[in-house]
């Protein structure tokens, strides 16, 4: 019983990588709001971590370490997909 309860404290990776995409979501929304153009679309992939640092490092200092594995696990993906999408982008327009 003791070593189930340890891993149900542990957090969920489904649970953060929810939680960076409503992060991307509000960032994304916000910057458009408050300021004129918002964020290039081209710079979400290294605009992110000013937010996922901080919330991974949250996540991890209350033992979610699950959750603080899928904020980085959705990070990745976004950067590699960022990347793809500039490079298709450069490469077809340049």
């Not at 916000?30 to 996922?52: D, E, K, R």
């Amino acid at each position: 019983m003791e070593e189930y309860q340890n891993e149900e404290d542990k957090g969920s990776v489904a649970l953060g990588i929810f939680l960076a995409i409503g992060l991307h979501v509000s960032v994304a929304g916000g910057s458009s709001i408050l300021l004129f153009g918002g964020i290039p679309i081209f710079a979400i992939g290294l605009v992110q971590l000013v937010y996922i640092i901080p919330a991974a490092l949250y996540f991890n200092t209350k033992g979610k370490v699950r959750t603080m594995q899928g904020l980085w696990l959705a990070a990745v993906v976004t950067f590699l997909v960022n990347a793809a999408c500039y490079g298709y982008f450069v490469v077809t327009f340049a």
